[in-house]
């Protein structure tokens, strides 16, 4: 048609009789008929083009008064009723002042106004909002005009065409889409509700509810519908200007007889007029608040999954919105079920999580183990998916070892290692090595972790996936007041003075666990006072660790407040940010070797060095009211240690008794001689020290110094004693 419009002059249907079109100025066009006899031709021309049911044509003068209209609908008045009003009066335009400016603006200028779209106001309360599409034609006199020029203006030809039903579906379609582009995109239960409410609601409802199983919340499986009665529903997202009923979080059943308890039960959506008493007889008060808040119409939705119900969608018009009708029906059906799978995917995500939390929790201390020169407290910031962990462990000769580490993966398999790494750490623990050699091994550990990875079917989510982790092992020796330190990859701990004074630990960081090249480990000790408060602290807390002049500083630059309160300043000053979340602290004040609960003395090398021993360690036996089988039990053990340590070793000779956790003896000698237990015969009269010991003590063992070696052995203590 355009290119039939663009010729200079054609006949229309070949070479019969028939319209003439000639071009105008500008966009304008004249037909006429093609003999040149433009009466009868155009005046049926008019006839059809106003005659036309689903075009409504009305010719305006410059006064945009109406001078001819097409013929109107059966609800709208007779056409010669409608001559000489005013154009904004006869179509009854919501906008009546933007309509009539785009008309005037084509009498102006001349430039056609094409397919706008205006909204009529509707006839009742809950009438059809009706929208149609305006076209706008200046008209212009051709006859009068010379070559070139235009003749003057005549007026206004408006055509408007019904596109009620068309933009219905269009916005429909809009609405599910919307749906598709907004809902859905975190793994947040609550925040899939809120996003559904915040696409529906002013767009294509007033007000809307959203309402889930409560078990999903806790990622258990959604049940099969229908949906017994007694399942309790939280709400999840509620907007709209009416009063809530219910505020979100709220948890309620479903009453029996109700549109609610119905969808559930034949998981079919629904449109219920709100008209009448409603339900009032079995749930009044829902009724009155719906009655308060002025709704019209109910669309009610359950959200299924597989024929599994997870919840159900309300959605409510009311004052002069339209009322839904059963187009709405699929539209609701399209919308739930869209909103199901991004909650389904939420609660799967919930499931894997609470698995995770559990394993990790399992994975912490779940009682901070009361050390004689050690207070610690922990403080891990909300979040999810975190790979930190952190362990204290009670160590021989009252020394106390503080772990943490942290594991770059997410998820169970981050759980799985963390789990791996903390049982190696306890384990090497136990064998009292120093931090260098046990973080050594732990390199070791992780390379085959890592080699595994590779053995696993190409399958698996971990097949040829690196392997990264970090850990800081650090050892507190309350009797010479020092920290021994070694770390993979794991940042440096901050350490805050009695006085309050906070630094960085200068000490070397080898790499991550996990690296293929890595050189040999180094460890640091640090010297600290009494009272000083180690903060070891996961990667995502560094640079707020290492800020000379941060919140997190100044929040721990106390040391004498109680830990608690310190772990609760830093939560305060902390931003909740993403990189922050799941970042956790482990706060350690270190103090002295109290004077009573220890005893220390030097040995002569030679056989009197038994007996002197065990009547030093008789008399502070009997200071601390340990008598009976304890005293002779820990005596004869003394005995045994020195003998062997006279036999074996070499001088010089020390003792020490420590009452902490259980009751520790302690015998160090210069030879490093590795001791080992032996089976003595009938007829031998030794070897058997160390045999004896076993059988006294709860645990012994053997721990090297840079010139000798300690033999110790540890004693539980009778019930009721510290």
Not at 298 to 327: C, H, K, M, N, W
Not at 524 to 540: D, I, P
Request: hydrophobic share 40%; proline share 7%.
């Amino acid at each position: 048609m355009a290119d039939l419009l663009r010729s200079e002059r054609r006949r229309a249907g070949g070479g019969t009789p028939g319209l003439l079109l000639e071009p105008l100025a500008g966009q304008d066009w004249g037909i006429w008929a093609a003999d040149g006899n433009d009466g009868a031709l155009g005046q049926a021309l008019l006839d059809v083009l106003f005659s036309q049911t689903y075009i409504r044509l009305h010719v305006l003068d410059p006064e945009l008064r109406v001078l001819r209209s097409g013929a109107p609908s059966a609800h709208e008045e007779a056409a010669e009723s409608l001559l000489g009003r005013l154009f904004g009066e006869v179509c009854a335009f919501e906008e009546p002042e933007r309509a009539n400016a785009c008309v005037r603006e084509v009498l102006e200028t001349g430039v056609p106004c094409i397919q706008q779209l205006f909204h009529l106001r509707p006839d009742t309360a809950l009438g059809e909002r009706r929208t149609l599409s305006m076209t706008a034609l200046r008209l212009q006199a051709r006859q009068g005009a010379r070559e070139g020029e235009r003749g003057p203006v005549l007026g206004v030809v408006v055509s408007m065409v019904d596109m009620t039903g068309q933009e219905k579906h269009r916005g429909r379609e809009d609405i599910l889409a919307a749906v598709r582009d907004n809902v859905g995109a975190t793994l947040d239960i609550e925040a899939t509700c809120r996003e559904l409410v915040d696409t529906l609601v002013p767009a294509y409802a007033d007000l809307g509810v959203v309402e889930v199983v409560d078990a999903l919340l806790r990622g258990e499986a959604p049940q099969p519908g229908p949906l017994e009665q007694d399942v309790p529903l939280r709400r999840a997202a509620y907007k709209g200007r009416a009063r809530p009923a219910r505020r979100v979080g709220d948890v309620r059943t479903v009453v029996h007889g109700t549109p609610y308890q119905q969808a559930l039960s034949d998981l079919r959506a629904r449109i219920v007029p709100l008209t009448g008493e409603l339900w009032a007889d079995v749930d009044p008060e829902q009724a009155r608040l719906i009655r308060a808040a002025g709704a019209h119409t109910l669309l009610v939705a359950p959200l299924i999954l597989r024929g599994a119900v997870l919840g159900l969608v309300s959605l409510y018009r009311y004052g002069d919105s339209e009322p839904f009708t059963e187009q709405d029906i699929p539209v609701a059906e399209a919308v739930a079920s869209r909103a199901a799978l991004g909650i389904d995917n939420a609660r799967r995500y919930v499931h894997e999580y609470t698995i995770v939390s559990a394993l990790h929790r399992a994975l912490l201390p779940q009682r901070q183990a009361e050390q004689p020169a050690v207070e610690t407290e922990h403080l891990v910031l909300p979040g999810r998916d975190s790979g930190v962990w952190f362990d204290t462990i009670a160590l021989p000769g009252a020394r106390t070892a503080l772990v943490i580490g942290e594991v770059t993966e997410r998820g169970i398999h981050a759980a799985t290692v963390m789990g791996q790494l903390r049982t190696v750490v306890q384990a090497f623990s136990a064998l009292d090595l120093d931090p260098d050699e046990l973080i050594a091994r732990l390199y070791d550990t992780a390379d085959l972790l890592a080699q595994e990875r590779t053995q696993l079917p190409p399958s698996d989510p971990l097949y040829r996936r690196p392997l990264s982790a970090t850990c800081m092992y650090a050892v507190y020796d309350p009797f010479s007041e020092t920290c021994a330190v070694a770390s993979a990859g794991h940042p440096a701990p901050l350490v805050i003075g009695p006085d309050g004074t906070a630094d960085v630990a200068d000490l070397p960081v080898g790499p991550l666990l996990g690296t293929a090249d890595r050189g040999p480990v180094a460890e640091a000790s640090l010297s600290l006072g009494e009272g000083s408060v180690l903060a070891f602290h996961s990667s995502a807390l560094r640079s707020a660790a290492a800020s000379a002049s941060g919140a997190l500083r100044q929040a721990l630059a106390h040391p004498g407040r109680p830990l608690r309160d310190l772990c609760e300043a830093a939560a305060d000053v902390l931003p909740d940010t993403p990189e922050l979340r799941g970042a956790a602290l482990l706060l350690a004040r270190t103090q002295a070797m109290p004077a009573d609960r220890y005893a220390a003395w030097e040995l002569p090398y030679d056989k009197s060095a038994p007996a002197t021993a065990r009547r030093m360690v008789s008399e502070r036996l009997a200071e601390w009211n340990l008598t009976g089988d304890t005293g002779e039990a820990t005596e004869l053990i003394v005995s045994e240690l020195v003998t062997n340590a006279i036999r074996h070793g070499r001088p010089p000779l020390k003792l020490r008794l420590i009452l902490d956790r259980g009751l520790t003896c302690e015998i160090w000698d210069g030879s490093t001689t590795v001791p080992h237990m032996k089976y003595a015969g009938v007829v031998d009269e030794g070897g058997r020290g160390l045999f004896i010991i076993s059988q006294l003590a709860t645990l012994w063992g053997t721990r090297y110094a840079s010139e000798g070696k300690l033999v110790w052995s540890e004693q539980t203590l009778p019930q009721g004693r510290e």
